[in-house]
C-alpha cells in the first residue's frame, strides 16, 4: 500500500522514468509476498487431509503496523496477491506458448540489459519470463489446494488451470542445448538459447515439467555450465557471454546463495523422483 501511494506521488513531483520504477518495485514486492506467503501455509495444503489444520487460520487478520491500512484477513490477502499476479502482470501469448509476462524483471532486475535498448520498452509490455511462469505452475496448485480447504472451489479450479497453461509454456521454452530458454522478448526473440540461465531450470524440475530424458540432461547442462568449476556454488548463467561486464560477477556469471538452494532442491527431486537417477544429479 505506501509503495502505491508513493509511486502516486512521484508521478506529479518527479519525472515519469522514476515513477515507473518504483511502481516496478510495487509490482516486484506484491509478487514476492503472495509466493512468501504461499510458502509459509505450504505445509497445510501439502498435508494429507485429515492431518491438516481447521482452515480457520485464513480467516485471521493480521496486525498491521501502517497506520490507517485497511485490515484483511490471510485468506484477502493471498486472494489479492492472486488477482494481482494473474490480472495486473498478465500473460503474454506467443506463438505456442503463453507465458506470465516478465514486466521491470522478476528474480533478476537486470533481465532489460540482456536486450538491446529499443525493444525493452516493449518487453516491459509484452515480454514473458519462463522463470515466474516455472514458479507459479509448481505454486499455483498449493494455492488451489488452500483455495479448496477455504470453500473456493472455482478460484480452486481457475488457479489449477493457470497453472497448467503456465506449465504448457514453460515446456515450450524447452532448448535443444538441453535446458530451458530464460524469457522471451515481446517480438518472439529467445533469451537463452545459447546460455543456460539458472533461473528457471530447478522450477521446471520440481514442478513435474521435465519430461522423459530431459531429466538427465538437464542435470548436464547445470553441472557442465553453472557448477564446473564454482566452489562457491552455481554460476547464475553459463557459457558466461565474452561481452559480460562484469565477466563471471553479479548477474554476468556470478554466484546467488538464492540460486543454488534450489538447484539443491531439484537435484534432491532428480536423485530420487525417478526410477533411474540422472547422471551427476546426486552429487549436484
Same mark, same amino acid.
Given at each position: 500500500?505506501?509503495?502505491?501511494?508513493?509511486?502516486?506521488?512521484?508521478?506529479?513531483?518527479?519525472?515519469?522514468?522514476?515513477?515507473?520504477?518504483?511502481?516496478?518495485?510495487?509490482?516486484?514486492?506484491?509478487?514476492?509476498?503472495?509466493?512468501?506467503?504461499?510458502?509459509? &501455509?505450504?505445509?497445510?495444503?501439502?498435508?494429507?487431509?485429515?492431518?491438516?489444520?481447521?482452515?480457520?487460520? &485464513?480467516?485471521?487478520?493480521?496486525?498491521?503496523?501502517?497506520?490507517?491500512?485497511?485490515?484483511?484477513?490471510?485468506?484477502?490477502?493471498?486472494?489479492?496477491?492472486?488477482?494481482?499476479?494473474?490480472?495486473?502482470?498478465?500473460?503474454?501469448?506467443?506463438?505456442?506458448?503463453?507465458?506470465?509476462?516478465?514486466?521491470?524483471?522478476?528474480?533478476?532486475?537486470?533481465?532489460?540489459?540482456?536486450?538491446?535498448?529499443?525493444?525493452?520498452?516493449?518487453?516491459?509490455?509484452?515480454?514473458?519470463?519462463?522463470?515466474?511462469?516455472?514458479?507459479?505452475?509448481?505454486?499455483?496448485?498449493?494455492?488451489?489446494?488452500?483455495?479448496?480447504?477455504?470453500?473456493?472451489?472455482? &478460484?480452486?479450479?481457475?488457479?489449477?488451470?493457470?497453472?497448467?497453461?503456465?506449465?504448457?509454456?514453460?515446456?515450450?521454452?524447452?532448448?535443444?542445448?538441453?535446458?530451458?530458454?530464460?524469457?522471451?522478448?515481446?517480438?518472439?526473440?529467445?533469451?537463452?538459447?545459447?546460455?543456460?540461465?539458472?533461473?528457471?531450470?530447478?522450477?521446471?524440475?520440481?514442478?513435474?515439467?521435465?519430461?522423459?530424458?530431459?531429466?538427465?540432461?538437464?542435470?548436464?547442462?547445470?553441472?557442465?555450465?553453472?557448477?564446473?568449476?564454482?566452489?562457491?556454488?552455481?554460476?547464475?548463467?553459463?557459457?558466461?557471454?565474452?561481452?559480460?561486464?562484469?565477466?563471471?560477477?553479479?548477474?554476468?556469471?556470478?554466484?546467488?546463495?538464492?540460486?543454488?538452494?534450489?538447484?539443491?532442491?531439484?537435484?534432491?527431486?532428480?536423485?530420487?523422483?525417478?526410477?533411474?537417477?540422472?547422471?551427476?544429479?546426486?552429487?549436484?
Amino acid at each position: 500500500t505506501a509503495g502505491l501511494w508513493l509511486a502516486r506521488l512521484l508521478r506529479h513531483v518527479v519525472p515519469a522514468r522514476f515513477a515507473e520504477r518504483v511502481e516496478s518495485f510495487r509490482v516486484q514486492r506484491l509478487t514476492s509476498e503472495f509466493w512468501l506467503t504461499l510458502f509459509v &501455509l505450504m505445509p497445510a495444503s501439502l498435508a494429507k487431509p485429515k492431518e491438516r489444520p481447521p482452515p480457520q487460520y &485464513l480467516d485471521y487478520t493480521p496486525l498491521s503496523k501502517l497506520r490507517g491500512a485497511r485490515k484483511s484477513p490471510v485468506w484477502q490477502h493471498l486472494v489479492t496477491a492472486y488477482r494481482h499476479l494473474s490480472q495486473d502482470v498478465g500473460l503474454s501469448a506467443g506463438s505456442g506458448f503463453t507465458l506470465l509476462r516478465a514486466r521491470y524483471g522478476d528474480w533478476n532486475d537486470g533481465i532489460l540489459e540482456l536486450l538491446p535498448a529499443h525493444s525493452r520498452s516493449r518487453f516491459m509490455r509484452d515480454g514473458a519470463s519462463v522463470l515466474t511462469s516455472a514458479h507459479a505452475a509448481y505454486v499455483l496448485p498449493r494455492f488451489a489446494d488452500l483455495a479448496d480447504m477455504h470453500g473456493d472451489v472455482a &478460484l480452486a479450479a481457475e488457479a489449477r488451470t493457470l497453472a497448467h497453461t503456465l506449465g504448457e509454456g514453460v515446456k515450450a521454452m524447452w532448448r535443444d542445448s538441453g535446458w530451458f530458454a530464460r524469457a522471451v522478448g515481446a517480438g518472439g526473440e529467445v533469451i537463452g538459447a545459447e546460455q543456460c540461465y539458472a533461473e528457471p531450470q530447478p522450477w521446471a524440475v520440481v514442478a513435474g515439467l521435465v519430461e522423459g530424458d530431459r531429466l538427465g540432461r538437464l542435470v548436464a547442462a547445470i553441472e557442465g555450465n553453472l557448477r564446473k568449476g564454482s566452489v562457491l556454488g552455481v554460476r547464475n548463467v553459463g557459457p558466461i557471454p565474452e561481452d559480460a561486464a562484469p565477466k563471471g560477477s553479479g548477474t554476468s556469471g556470478g554466484v546467488w546463495a538464492s540460486l543454488s538452494h534450489p538447484i539443491v532442491w531439484a537435484a534432491g527431486h532428480a536423485a530420487t523422483g525417478v526410477a533411474s537417477e540422472p547422471d551427476g544429479a546426486r552429487e549436484l
